[in-house]
């Protein structure tokens, strides 16, 4: 299973720049899902959210309530294809790392969009994503490819801003390590 992931997952590649969804369509039960996700919250704006559901699922979607939900969130939903399918301009042309759900997507993505995919959950990115967006000018994470058992899966996300210009004057800012200032 480890060796499966490994091969779907493109996890030395960069940032994420766009998540895909619905390979294949996503269902009204998993529109539900996400939108219960994302309420109260907003994707970072350079990361597009893009889901591909049918008609008839999108109908029971909105008649749910959770269009709006998906849209205030800022997720893309384009009906009757699947990824496999897609190209630019959904794929947007400076996007070189997809991430998505899907094991379907995560094998063909890679051939047939020229991007790397990266297989990754669902909930930890919109948990992170919209935390990061609002306080936060920088994001990057990494997940530890090589940890096993209890340890897999681990990683590290980081998010950062400039850091305030020091009045005239003083000194500069030192390095704060666990309370204690270094300089």
């Given at each position: 299973?480890l060796?499966?992931?490994h091969?779907?997952?493109?996890?030395?590649?960069?940032?994420?720049?766009?998540?895909?969804?619905?390979?294949?369509?996503?269902s009204?039960?998993?529109?539900?899902a996400?939108?219960?996700?994302?309420?109260g919250?907003?994707?970072?704006?350079?990361?597009?959210l893009?889901?591909t559901?049918?008609?008839?699922?999108?109908?029971?979607?909105?008649?749910?309530?959770?269009?709006?939900?998906?849209a205030?969130?800022?997720?893309?939903?384009?009906?009757?294809?699947?990824?496999?399918?897609?190209?630019e301009?959904?794929?947007?042309?400076?996007?070189?790392?997809?991430?998505?759900?899907?094991?379907?997507?995560?094998?063909?993505?890679?051939?047939?969009?020229?991007?790397?995919?990266?297989?990754?959950?669902?909930?930890?990115?919109?948990?992170?994503?919209?935390?990061?967006?609002?306080?936060?000018?920088?994001?990057?994470?990494?997940?530890?490819?090589?940890?096993?058992?209890r340890?897999?899966?681990?990683?590290?996300?980081?998010?950062?801003?400039?850091?305030?210009?020091?009045?005239?004057?003083a000194?500069?800012?030192?390095?704060?390590?666990?309370?204690?200032?270094?300089?």
């Amino acid at each position: 299973l480890l060796r499966a992931w490994h091969e779907l997952n493109g996890a030395d590649t960069g940032p994420v720049q766009l998540v895909s969804l619905g390979n294949p369509h996503f269902s009204a039960t998993e529109l539900a899902a996400l939108a219960n996700l994302c309420r109260g919250k907003r994707r970072h704006a350079s990361v597009p959210l893009v889901v591909t559901c049918g008609r008839a699922e999108m109908a029971k979607a909105e008649a749910a309530g959770d269009l709006e939900v998906l849209a205030a969130f800022g997720v893309t939903l384009v009906n009757d294809t699947c990824w496999c399918m897609v190209t630019e301009p959904v794929i947007p042309t400076d996007a070189e790392v997809i991430m998505t759900n899907s094991g379907k997507y995560a094998h063909y993505g890679p051939g047939l969009s020229g991007r790397a995919v990266r297989f990754g959950s669902l909930a930890e990115y919109i948990a992170i994503a919209a935390a990061s967006e609002r306080d936060w000018e920088y994001t990057v994470a990494w997940v530890d490819c090589s940890a096993a058992g209890r340890r897999l899966g681990r990683g590290i996300f980081m998010r950062a801003n400039h850091a305030p210009a020091p009045a005239a004057g003083a000194a500069p800012p030192g390095l704060v390590i666990a309370g204690r200032t270094r300089r």
